[in-house]
Each structure stands twice: as C-alpha cells, then as structure tokens.
C-alpha cells in the first residue's frame, strides 16, 4: 500500500530510541523526510546512524529539553529550519515513573509530566499553528496503555496517560476545520531498551533469570509475546498517512489482545 508519505516532512520526539526510533526508521523508509528529538545529542546521533543504516537516509537531529516551555519552542524553530515545514508531529517522548503513591514526592509529579503530558501539549501548541497556515497536518500521541488500566503503583503514569487521551480527542475536533487530524496509539508492554531494564530489574530482585521473568510476562498476552517497536511504528505511520484521511480523535490500543474491555 502507497501511504502516501513520500516528500512529507515530520517530526519525531523522543526519537532516539525505541518506539520514536522506530517511527522515524518507517517515515525514512517510506520516503519522508524527519527530524528526531531528544535530550541527549550522543544518543540522538547514534540512532541517526542506525535508521540511515536500515532506511538508507539519515534523519535531522534536534537535542532539547522537552519539560521546559523555552526548548520546546526552540526545537520546533530547529526542526522548521531544517525540514521546511511540519507536515507530521509524532509525541513521544517521556517515561513516567512508578512507585508508591504515598512516597512519590510532588517533585517527581511535576518532573514526570512536565515532560510526558505537558511536553505533548506544548509541542502541538507550538506546531498547530504551523500545520493551520499551510492547511493541513497530521498529530500522532504515543500514550500507554496505563490510561485505560489503572494500578496504584503507576498513577502518575496512568492519571497522565488517561489525560492525554482526552486530550486527543479535543484537539482533534479543535483541527478538524483546518485539516489537522489528531490520533493516538496506545501500546501496552514494549520490547525497548526500557522494557529490557525493568525486566532485569524485576528479575534480580525476584531470584529468577531475565529470560524467566520475560517468559512469565509474555504468557498474559493472547499472542504469546508483547509488542516491538515495529508493531506500533507501523500503525503510528499510517495513521499520520494518506490513507488514514477520515481518522482523527481516535485512540487505538496496541496490546496484541491482552485488553480484557470491549471499548478501546
């Protein structure tokens, strides 16, 4: 299938690694040029080399701080300058921590959705505007799976999440009239360096190896293994393509079946 991406410009944050990797590698490939976000410069040029190695075209890189208001803006100036324009914003970045709700310091609060839910709303802020005076783009929210499933050592993450998706659908009808489509993804446990961590983590402190630990949580998913960042790159493309032109205010669940509700 032709998506329809071939010369759209696009702008992937949290880009160096995992999902945002992920996305940036598929838009390279399908002919999109990309600029990738990230607070850290090292990083961000290492996954440049990566998605030039497997896509054949190395992505723009913009280092910035996305839990501050004035870097947010400097990165979407960076990202104009380099691209031209901005077609297709992908929010991603953000890792929001667990822990128990009692001990979380307000500090950890505001730092965590600073970045996660406040940077989402402050890049497509920044970015509407841009996307209104060329009549038309595309926004894409990587939001997990936490905001529909909530647990009491995650509700940072899942308070913030369950926002975000909210969020979605508003600006979504907010767009409509000028041609800006608004989507989401919500992918549950993904197989990213992250993912890898936190099984090791759990692994350690429970006696048991890596592979173990991996093997126990993959058993709860219907498939038989949990998503890789291709599963929801691919989705995350085409929602942004073309070919998905009467698809806005939606938020489609990526957990190969493992979502026990009917409306997702």
């Known amino acids: 299938m032709e998506l329809g991406l071939r010369g759209k410009t696009a702008l992937v944050t949290g880009g160096s690694r995992g999902i945002g ?18 607070r850290s410069a090292p990083a961000l040029e290492s996954a440049a080399r990566e998605i030039e190695r497997v896509a054949g075209t190395a992505p723009a890189t913009v280092t910035a ?18 691209l031209g324009t901005i077609d297709i914003l992908v929010n991603n970045a953000g890792a929001i921590r ?49 905001a529909r499933n909530p647990s ?18 508003g600006l979504a009808d907010l767009g409509a009239p000028h041609g800006i489509l608004v989507t989401a993804v919500s992918p549950a446990a993904t197989r990213t360096e992250r993912w890898d961590s936190l099984i090791a983590q759990q692994a350690a402190a429970a006696g048991k190896t890596p592979e173990q ?29 073309a070919r998905a032109s009467f698809l806005t205010g939606i938020c489609i669940t990526v957990d190969g079946g493992s979502s026990r509700g009917v409306y997702l």
């Open 21 to 38: 990797r992920a996305v940036a590698s598929v838009l390279v490939r399908e002919g999109a040029r990309v600029a990738i976000c990230s």
């Open 65 to 82: 701080d996305l839990s501050r208001l004035e870097e947010v803006s400097r990165a979407v100036e960076a990202a104009r300058d380099r």
């Open 98 to 146: 667990g822990g128990d709700f009692l001990k979380t310091p307000d500090e950890q609060w505001l730092m965590d959705w600073n970045l996660k839910l406040h940077g989402y709303i402050r890049m497509s802020r920044t970015v509407f505007p841009i996307m209104q005076s060329q009549g038309g783009g595309r926004i894409c929210n990587v939001i997990g799976a936490a």
């Open 152 to 169: 009491p050592t995650y509700l940072p993450g899942g308070a913030a999440n369950a926002a975000l998706i909210n969020f979605t659908k």
């Open 213 to 241: 630990m991996q093997a126990e949580a993959e058993r709860a998913y219907p498939l038989g293994r949990i998503a890789t960042p291709e599963d929801v790159a691919d989705l995350v493309c085409f929602l942004v393509s």
